[in-house]
């Protein structure tokens, strides 16, 4: 007999609706938990995963109640794909037989730069999404990520992060897409768009600001103004929300000037749904319901945390059962919590697993990876591949589009016309023989497959040494490490300065190594006191250049760092943030000129290592001045990046020289591929407000441009600018379009701004809302490079 819950024809809120009158009070908060596990190898049952902070877990006893959540069931243990979906499968059908009424559970899995399963596509992580200035490619490559997430049978994925940096300490910068908002934004709901189309709920995190934190330590205090809250790390979310329509969002572990956000209506309910119109679920991050009480004490005991946490606006408690169980139990039963508050979350939960299908009559636990096969062991095994060639060929693209050339001395590329290929390369450094330096800590191989050797890394790996072997077959390479990545050992130094001696060219591998909670040099957990190079790595470089031979710095790392006298001194200089799998051949290819670098900074390098915060989104008083002997100034800015052609910009045109504060703005100019190949420029936009009501930031960046020309092409790129995109948080509070002048400049960097139109706009102040438009219209019209420029207004040459 079908249930009217299970009625596809009615209405969702109707079929909720009388699923929740079904339910008793422990099957209710058995939807609002989740049970972490790990499939099984042997193709049976999932199995509780055993750690600290969970304890044991009786899933005979959790299982008649019915589950809200299955966590992590490939992301725990190394499992054969097919048989990892063969087990989660079974444990399906084994929480539909043994609950009263035949709930399925939401199988959710980390996907933060890929799959995080074994033999599944590790791709760069989202500091070189940032890197590419390409929504369009990561959306491709999100797709990907989820259709092979969705064909196994998992349901979420806790992806992207939208996190700002602020302080390039922090050992999760390797996580997030960069310093600048809009960038994120843009970046973060491609990805979003592309895992919600293979029909994964994406999950935004973390919400918010827990990338603040005071001198970059994981999980430490934010105590951030309104202004800053609401002008730099809030817009990402937004806009993601707007834009990219994820149907679920994760809170941060931080405080917010002494609230946890875990317990902060004023985020979780009043401006995400409120405000903004967001429907879907919030899921807690992994303990912080009960932090609640363990860390941040506000709470005294379990319940209190649980009813706090619901009242707020949490409705999962992840990664398992624990303040949401009994606990919970208690505080709904002695009347501590409403149970309609408890009701408010439920319906959340089933809404979502309606969407996803699981409430339909007949449904199949059946993933599509296993149709047509035997429900057994040996009928599965090997025969789910989540690393095909078509994934290695979209990381290869993601990771050569990522890597940012910073300095090219005319060294490279080492394969050019009239140029001889060098016979003896010296490859020096800690990063050039490991095969992990490409992966950040959230890809199995070093978040989980490190515990478990055995295994193997379930995908090929290919080393620094062993790409250039193969990019430069004829050439003879010696390897030396030189030191360890942190170990600060110095009595390698000698044989790698001989090495560089007697070599052609130097390619001088540094970096990090990712990590979890102070087992790496970059990661969660993993924050630097300075944003020196790790290790005696910082004595390396200099040592190595003292040699006198040419030497490319290639760094492999997830976090930038300060480079010595490198930018005076080395060749050349190639910034790779953990660039996935095809990560070393994307290095080699860059290299050797068959890639043309086209990555642009995502984040600033700094210039010293002790200049903490720092990024390009500062205020007048945080740049450099006469009144402080601390210059801010990064090396390479954000935005920055060379390439191996050249490109020509000119006709800038400014259009109106005054606006309403409701119209619009534009500036066009011409740009042109003057050299001898194809390649990439990045017309970037930024705004400055030379005079408003509080301090602004000199310039943000408001809009961008990738033009891909080849040799000879130009193109007109112009931006129509609406007067929202100067809005800002006024003094009383909500965003206002001030009357005044506003700079509109266009560039290569968020430093490097040659054109620049003014702007005045007039007319009383208009307070704006979160419907104001978010981004300029952006039209690249390609021309020939000899066709008059149309011009509008003053034209600069």
């Not at 730069?113 to 491709?140: H, K, M, N, Q």
């Not at 709920?201 to 202004?227: C, D, E, I, M, W």
């Not at 290819?589 to 989104?617: I, Q, W």
Request: hydrophobic letters at 45%.
């Amino acid at each position: 007999m079908t249930m009217k819950w299970q009625d596809a024809s009615l209405p969702a809120a109707e079929r909720v609706d009388a699923l929740i009158a079904e339910l008793g009070l422990d099957e209710k908060i058995a939807q609002l938990y989740g049970v972490w596990v790990g499939a099984s190898a042997d193709g049976t049952d999932v199995a509780p995963n055993q750690q600290e902070m969970i304890g044991d877990v009786d899933l005979d006893g959790l299982f008649p109640k019915g589950l809200g959540q299955l966590t992590r069931p490939f992301g725990t243990a190394p499992v054969d794909p097919g048989v990892g979906a063969l087990s989660l499968a079974r444990t399906q059908r084994r929480i539909v037989a043994e609950s009263r009424l035949g709930i399925p559970a939401l199988a959710h899995e980390e996907c933060l730069a890929g799959f995080a399963a074994w033999g599944a596509t590790a791709y760069p992580v989202p500091l070189s999404w940032g890197a590419t200035f390409d929504p369009e490619l990561i959306e491709r490559m999100s797709r990907r990520i989820g259709e092979d997430m969705r064909k196994v049978g998992v349901h979420q994925g806790l992806a992207p992060v939208l996190d700002v940096v602020r302080d390039a300490r922090w050992g999760r910068v390797e996580e997030t897409i960069g310093e600048d908002p809009y960038l994120i934004g843009t970046v973060g709901a491609a990805y979003v768009r592309g895992l919600e189309s293979a029909g994964i709920v994406a999950t935004l995190k973390h919400f918010v600001g827990y990338s603040a934190s005071k001198a970059g330590r994981n999980l430490a205090p934010v105590s951030v103004g309104r202004r800053e809250l609401e002008d730099v790390l809030l817009p990402p979310f937004e806009m993601v929300i707007r834009e990219g329509r994820p149907r679920s969002v994760m809170n941060a572990y931080t405080d917010l000037d002494g609230v946890p956000t875990a317990a902060d209506a004023t985020l979780l309910t009043e401006l995400l749904r409120g405000v903004w119109g967001f429907e879907g679920t919030v899921v807690a991050d992994y303990f912080s319901v009960a932090f609640l009480q363990t860390l941040h004490g506000t709470a005294g005991s379990l319940g209190e945390a649980a009813a706090a946490a619901l009242e707020a606006g949490i409705d999962v408690e992840l990664p398992t059962v624990h303040a949401f169980g009994a606990p919970l139990v208690e505080a709904v039963a002695d009347g501590r919590l409403d149970e309609a508050v408890l009701d408010r979350a439920l319906r959340r939960v089933l809404a979502q697993k309606l969407e996803l299908g699981l409430l339909d009559a007949g449904w199949d636990a059946t993933p599509a990876a296993l149709h047509g096969l035997a429900d057994d062991l040996e009928a599965v095994r090997g025969t789910v591949d989540l690393d095909p060639p078509e994934n290695r060929a979209l990381a290869a693209e993601v990771a050569e589009r990522a890597i940012v050339l910073l300095r090219n001395d005319g060294s490279l590329p080492l394969i050019a016309p009239g140029r001889s290929s060098p016979r003896r390369i010296a490859v020096v450094g800690p990063t050039g023989d490991d095969r992990f330096a490409v992966l950040g800590c959230y890809a199995f191989p070093t978040h989980v497959g490190v515990h478990h050797p055995e295994s193997g890394d379930g995908i090929t790996l290919p080393t620094l040494v062993e790409s250039l072997r193969a990019e430069f077959p004829d050439a003879d390479l010696e390897f030396v490490a030189g030191t360890s990545i942190d170990g600060g050992e110095t009595t390698g130094f000698d044989a790698a300065v001989a090495a560089a001696t007697a070599a052609d060219v130097v390619v001088l591998a540094l970096g990090d190594r990712a990590g979890l909670f102070g087992r790496g040099t970059s990661g969660e957990g993993c924050d630097a006191e300075s944003l020196a190079l790790p290790g005696a790595q910082g004595a390396l470089l200099e040592a190595v250049l003292d040699a006198g031979t040419p030497t490319v710095v290639a760094l492999l790392a997830g976090r930038p760092y300060t480079l010595g006298t490198a930018p005076d001194r080395a060749a050349g200089i190639l910034e790779a943030f953990f660039a996935g799998e095809e990560g070393t051949r994307a290095i080699a290819g860059v290299l050797s000129g068959r890639v043309n670098p086209a990555g642009r900074l995502p984040v600033s390098v700094p210039a010293s290592a002790g200049v903490h915060p720092s990024t390009y989104l500062a205020a007048p008083l945080a740049r450099k001045g006469g009144v402080s002997s601390i210059d801010p100034t990064p090396r390479y800015p954000f935005g920055h990046g060379l390439t191996y052609t050249r490109f020509a910009w000119s006709g800038f045109a400014g259009g109106e020289a005054e606006i309403d504060t409701d119209g619009e703005a534009s500036v066009r100019v011409r740009v042109e591929n003057v050299g001898d190949r194809a390649g990439v420029e990045v017309v970037q936009l930024y705004l400055h407000d030379p005079v408003a009501s509080v301090v602004r930031p000199v310039q943000r960046l408001i809009g961008y441009a990738r033009v891909e020309l080849a040799a000879g092409e130009a193109a007109d790129v112009t931006f129509t600018v609406p007067a929202d995109l100067a809005s800002f948080p006024s003094r009383a509070g909500g965003r206002i379009v001030e009357p005044g002048d506003l700079v509109l400049s266009l560039g290569t960097s968020s430093a490097d701004l040659p054109y620049a139109h003014t702007v005045r706009l007039v007319g009383a102040a208009r307070t704006v809302d979160h419907t104001r438009r978010l981004h300029p219209d952006v039209v690249v019209e390609r021309v020939a490079a000899e066709e008059p420029i149309a011009a509008e207004a003053s034209v600069i040459a």
